[in-house]
């Protein structure tokens, strides 16, 4: 079969549509230069690899010869993967909501030569049903339009771009310099808590997504004020998300979201940054409970992403598909027949375990989960270990999902962090390894001079960086420097901060989401509130005001204090919308704890003081361990004597204790912080 003009792309998304009879061009010069020479509508159609019902549009519209062939003939027809374009995607959803009330994916949108948007949704089913129009009477109803009535296609391409152009400079609303505070986490706080769900967890009805910010709000909430309600709707989310067959009770990892309340039916695909953003939130709970099953969660989750989702260079890959063999969810679900032929004698005790049953729970079919049993204890785990081990050997000659190996900077950085928190905390010196490895892969391949690329595959690197990419990955770095007490990160990050003060802060302290020398579109937006991933606005900030203490560099802590001031009357509207936000400021002005540890990180004279951090650890705590003044932690700390091996020294907003070199010590003195802290 012939191929369109998405030949030569990268991206997995765009070449899955490479053979359609419909004659796609990828988002660039030439085909807005054809659409504007050629006087059509454009039909911009944007999805990502792992999106399932992408892969309807396509099979039921996208690949008919009679529905492409009216496309090619009326429509230049632009193919865009959101991963790689968020900025052209975010443009467009704002968009699509404000002619249909809703988004989602796969969207469709139609715009004039201009681009300008005039008519779109998402999903349209190949004939009128489920309540919709019809693809191809759309298409239509669009043509009809666009031939005999330009005036009115003009006047609704022109207004909806104005009221684009307000949403955007709306959120850059006038401050009167007070910062984001406690207050508005406490109105935060009865929000969600209005929203919870008391019997299953999680917020609010079906589908439901995983609240990464807002359960690491509620986590700290409930360790430093005792709030016992803070601690029940956090738990109580934490295990049903990870009882339910929203974590892959055989590979380990989330898949995206849940579709029903008891969190037991997912919508399969597992995206990096659900496990990125998952993992330190069960890391906090772990701080909170020390219960085993969010140790269990964590590094499960880590091992999958380190067995399925990392490029043999060390990057991270992006997404595993919904579906496989057309259907979705097949590659994850089993019949009791099949468990019961594979462990024999031992499947009537996995099967109550795991809820498998021969009329099974979902579509006649089983999915794993622990909701009734809860997690396994100790002895139940040493029996269940080895046979989850057999099912998921027996998985792996399935076909497999779709794999988006895209390598994208953003996800990549928080998927670092993810990482680097982990080994901060338990200190499997395998999950440091990964951390670094997908970190020299970002500076090797995705950077330079400073700057940033978006997205890699394929050996190439396309795109300029978003401001995703430089707060997610400069944060990671610093959370590495913290890790392994390598100098080179530290002062990577601080020349990426001073990247992204240059090119994407506005005069207010606000961040726009593309650089200043970044493609010009319909409008600049800024990342202001939280979607599915953090908002790159306030990961900026908390990552400016941690480099603040660890490089000293005062106009990092001034870019910080301005952010939040800046995004106070933004937070005012709807607190719950910025829980990132919110964690910036909770980090700002609690108590600011400093420790340096003057030792070398790999020697083993350094590795008490470590253990006995690694067992009080907090991430919010600053942290600088090594032999380096480059670090502002541990400038005027470096002894020269050789007596001195190891010295650990802890401050408190600015006071400093005696260093020590007795490891004991050194742990009480940690023990009477966190007293200090509840």
Same mark, same amino acid.
């Given at each position: ?11 997995? *998304? ?108 998402? *999903? ?228 109550? !375990? ?99 690329? !978006? ?84 990961? !900026? ?138």
């Amino acid at each position: 079969m012939a191929e369109n003009g998405l030949a030569g792309q990268t991206s997995p *998304y765009l070449l899955q549509h490479v053979q359609n009879p419909v004659n796609w061009q990828p988002w660039g010069e030439p085909a807005l230069r054809r659409a504007a020479e050629e006087d059509k509508p454009i039909f911009l159609s944007i999805g990502y690899a792992a999106c399932h019902w992408c892969h309807v549009m396509e099979r039921e519209s996208f690949e008919n010869d009679e529905i492409a062939a009216y496309l090619n003939e009326h429509f230049i027809s632009i193919k865009v993967d959101r991963e790689e374009r968020p900025d052209i995607d975010e443009i467009y959803m704002h968009a699509v909501q404000l002619l249909t009330g809703a988004g989602g994916w796969p969207l469709t949108a139609f715009l004039t030569p201009d681009l300008k948007p005039f008519a779109g949704g998402t *999903y349209f089913p190949p004939e009128d049903r489920y309540g919709r129009i019809g693809f191809p009477a759309l298409l239509r109803r669009v043509v009809e339009v666009w031939e005999s009535d330009r005036a009115r296609v003009d006047e609704a391409g022109n207004s909806l771009t104005e009221r684009l152009i307000e949403i955007a400079a709306a959120e850059s609303a006038p401050s009167d310099g007070s910062p984001v505070g406690r207050d508005l986490s406490e109105v935060a706080f009865r929000e969600w808590t209005s929203r919870f769900d008391a019997r299953w967890g999680g917020f609010g009805a079906a589908p439901k997504f995983p609240a990464d910010a807002a359960l690491t709000l509620l986590l700290r909430e409930a360790r430093r004020e005792g709030d016992a309600s803070a601690r029940r709707i956090a738990t109580t989310t934490l295990d049903g998300m990870a009882n339910g067959g929203l974590f892959d009770h055989l590979g380990g990892g989330f898949a995206r979201y849940s579709v029903d309340d008891p969190w037991l039916v997912p919508h399969f695909e597992k995206m990096l940054y659900n496990q990125a953003l998952l993992v330190p939130v069960y890391l906090e709970g772990w701080q909170l409970t020390e219960a085993d099953g969010y140790r269990q969660v964590v590094e499960r989750t880590l091992d999958f992403v380190r067995r399925e989702m990392t490029d043999p260079g060390g990057g991270f890959w992006s997404s595993l598909d919904a579906d496989s063999e057309g259907v979705e969810g097949k590659f994850y679900v089993w019949s009791k027949q099949q468990v019961e032929k594979l462990l024999g004698d031992d499947a009537e005790r996995f099967c109550e !375990a795991y809820d498998v049953s021969a009329a099974g729970n979902f579509e006649g079919a089983n999915i794993l989960n622990r909701i009734e049993p809860g997690w396994p204890d100790e002895n139940d785990e040493a029996f269940l270990a080895p046979l989850r081990a057999k099912l998921l050997a027996k998985r792996g000659e399935r076909i497999r999902p779709g794999t988006d190996d895209k390598v994208l900077t953003s996800w990549n950085g928080l998927m670092i962090s993810a990482y680097c928190r982990a080994y901060q905390q338990f200190g499997r010196a395998e999950d440091l390894a990964s951390a670094q490895a997908a970190a020299q892969f970002i500076v090797d391949e995705m950077m330079h001079d400073d700057r940033l690329r !978006a997205s890699w595959r394929a050996g190439q690197a396309a795109q300029n960086g978003y401001l995703d990419d430089y707060a997610f990955f400069g944060r990671a770095l610093l959370d590495l420097f913290e890790s392994d007490g390598r100098v080179d990160w530290l002062e990577l990050s601080v020349r990426l901060a001073d990247s992204l003060l240059k090119h994407f802060r506005d005069e207010r302290g606000l961040f726009f989401f593309t650089s200043d020398d970044h493609e010009q579109l319909l409008t600049r937006n800024r990342s202001q509130h939280d979607g599915a991933l953090p908002a790159g606005g306030a990961v !900026a900030t908390q990552w400016l005001q941690r480099l603040a203490q660890q490089s000293a560099v005062e106009r990092f802590a001034e870019a910080a204090r301005q952010s939040l001031a800046a995004h106070r009357p933004l937070v005012e509207r709807t607190p719950g919308a910025f829980a990132n936000m919110l964690l910036a400021a909770e980090e700002a002005s609690r108590l600011q704890v400093e420790i340096a540890i003057n030792g070398e990180p790999e020697a083993a004279e350094t590795q008490p003081m470590l253990d006995e951090l690694r067992r009080r650890r907090r991430f919010d705590w600053a942290v600088a361990v090594g032999r380096s003044e480059a670090s502002a932690l541990l400038k005027g700390r470096i002894s020269d004597e050789a007596s001195v091996q190891v010295e650990a020294y802890l401050c408190r907003n600015g006071s400093c204790q005696r260093p020590t070199s007795d490891p004991i010590e050194f742990g009480r003195m940690l023990d009477a912080l966190l007293l200090e802290q509840i």
